[in-house]
C-alpha cells in the first residue's frame, strides 16, 4: 500500500512516503508543497496531513487538495487534519460572554492568541511563547492546564528543549539535511541583511515556514473544498478513527502513549470515486 504524509515536520513514520520543505532527517523527502507533487496520477492508496493546509493560502490549499485528488488512485483515501476554526471561536464565545470572571480573563489571554496571533505574528514564536514563559513563571497552574489541554503540548518540556539546546547538542544532531538547511538559512540571512534596518522590520516576515497560519477551516469549508475537488463519502471522524487500515496503529494522530496528539483538531476524510 503507498502512502504519503505531507508537511509532516517531525511526525513521520518508516511505511509512508514522508514529505516536507524542511527535511532534517534522510526519512524525510524536501520537497516545496508550492510545486506540484512529485509522482503520477492515481499512485497513492492514501494521503494523510496534519496542521499543513492552514499554513497555505485559501487558493492554494485548494491547489493542494487538488493535486492530492490527482496522485491518489481511484478509491484513495485523503485525510486532512487542521485547527478547527469552529470550535476555537466557540471557545471565545464561551470566555467573552463570561469575561466578568476572573477565569475567564485569564483564558482570554490565550483564546485570543490562538485565534489571531498565529495569523498575524511577523516573528518566530509571536506572543505564544512569551506567554508560555509568562505563564511558568507565574507557575499560574490553571492558565498552564488550560492551554495544555487546548493545544496538547507541554510547556513546560517545550519551553525547557527550547533553553537547553546547547551548541554540543547542536553539534552532535547535525546532519547533511540540518547542514543544508543552515545554509540556506544563512543564506536568506544575509540577503535579508542588504535590506535597510529602518524598513526591514516592517517588510519582512521573520516566521519560519509553516509557522503561520494563512487560512482557516471549519467542517463546513472543509467538506466544500473536498466537493469542489470531486472527493465523496466525505465524513468528519476523531483522532481514533479512520476508514484507513490499520491507521491507529500509527503514531500520528495519537501519540504513542494514547493521548490526542493535537486536541481540537477537524479531521476530515474523503474517497476519490472510480472514474
Ligand atoms: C505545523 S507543522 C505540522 C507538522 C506535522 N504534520 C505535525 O502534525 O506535527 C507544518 C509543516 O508544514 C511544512 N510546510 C509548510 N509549508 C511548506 C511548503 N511550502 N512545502 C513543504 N512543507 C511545508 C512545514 O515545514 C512544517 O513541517
Redesign the pocket.
Known amino acids: 500500500m503507498k502512502k504519503l ?8 513514520s518508516s511505511g509512508w512516503i514522508n ?4 527535511s532534517e532527517h534522510p526519512e524525510v523527502i ?6 506540484p507533487l512529485p509522482y503520477p496520477k492515481d499512485y497513492f492508496d492514501v494521503i494523510y ?4 493546509l ?3 493560502s485559501k487558493d492554494t490549499g485548494e491547489m493542494l487538495v487538488k493535486e492530492c485528488y490527482r496522485v491518489l488512485k481511484p478509491q484513495g483515501i485523503l485525510r486532512i ?1 487542521v485547527p478547527d476554526l469552529e470550535r476555537t471561536c466557540r471557545e471565545y464565545l464561551r470566555i467573552i460572554d463570561s469575561i466578568k470572571n476572573e477565569e475567564a480573563k485569564k483564558q482570554y489571554e490565550w483564546i485570543i492568541i490562538e485565534l489571531i496571533d498565529q495569523l498575524v505574528r511577523t516573528e518566530h514564536g509571536g506572543l505564544m511563547k512569551t506567554y508560555w514563559r509568562q505563564v511558568l513563571e507565574n507557575n499560574d497552574e490553571s492558565s498552564i492546564s488550560y492551554v495544555e489541554a487546548r493545544t496538547g503540548v507541554d510547556i513546560q518540556e517545550e519551553i525547557a528543549s527550547n533553553n537547553s539546546n546547547s551548541l554540543f547538542q547542536k553539534v552532535f544532531s547535525i546532519n547533511q539535511n540540518k547542514l543544508k538547511n543552515k545554509f540556506k538559512y544563512l543564506y536568506l540571512d544575509m540577503v535579508k541583511r542588504l535590506i535597510p534596518r529602518y524598513v526591514r522590520k516592517s517588510m519582512l516576515d521573520e516566521t ?4 503561520k497560519h494563512k487560512w482557516m477551516y471549519d467542517s463546513y469549508s472543509m467538506k466544500s473544498l473536498f466537493e469542489r475537488v470531486g472527493f465523496s463519502d466525505i465524513k468528519f471522524l476523531d483522532a481514533h478513527t479512520s476508514d484507513i487500515p490499520n491507521f491507529s496503529d500509527e503514531v ?1 494522530d495519537i501519540n504513542a502513549d494514547g493521548t490526542v ?2 486536541p481540537g483538531s477537524l479531521y476530515c476524510e474523503g474517497v476519490k470515486p472510480n472514474k
Open positions: 504524509n505531507f508537511g509532516c515536520g517531525h511526525r513521520f514529505i516536507d520543505f524542511n524536501a520537497h516545496n508543497l508550492l510545486q496531513s496534519s496542521h499543513v492552514e499554513h497555505f487534519v519560519s515556514l509553516g509557522e500520528l496528539y493535537l
